[in-house]
């Protein structure tokens, strides 16, 4: 229950990092009708091409997040079955592994909010 909360709590940053830095897009987006047609396909490819970075965005990241759950479940699994004077290890080598897949995990969200920062520079 536990990991999968953190799991979902990582999931629900990275995508509302996503949907911020979207919003701060919109806030570009053309407010009457009488603006050239040009400026709003521009906008619409825009938000196109962001979408798509965000759907990519969030599939690299389910991914890791299935390869971490492999291995956790593989540590867990070689813990529960050794024997009691390797226990202790096994417990320590699945700890630092939960210690690792958290650091890696937010660099993973800050180098997604990096990149969505400089879609929205390049395209204000």
């Known amino acids: ?3 999968n909360s953190l799991r979902n709590t990582g999931l629900a940053i990275a995508l509302g990092s996503i949907l911020f830095s979207g919003s701060m897009f919109a806030q570009n987006a053309p407010e009457s009708p009488d603006q050239p047609s040009s400026t709003a396909t521009s906008h619409h490819h825009d938000r196109a091409y ?3 970075m965000a759907k990519q965005m969030h599939e690299k990241m389910q991914r890791l997040m299935d390869k971490q759950d492999e291995e956790l479940k593989k540590l ?3 813990m529960n079955k050794a024997p009691k004077d390797q226990k202790l ?3 320590v080598e699945l700890l630092n592994t ?3 897949q958290r650091i890696q995990m937010h660099e993973e969200m800050k180098s997604m909010h990096r990149h ?3 879609l929205k520079e390049h395209h204000e």
Do not use: G, P
């Open 50 to 52: 962001r979408h798509k």
């Open 98 to 100: 939960l210690v690792n």
């Open 76 to 78: 867990v699994n070689e």
């Open 116 to 118: 969505m920062m400089n």
């Open 1 to 3: 229950m536990k990991k």
């Open 89 to 91: 290890d096994k417990a």
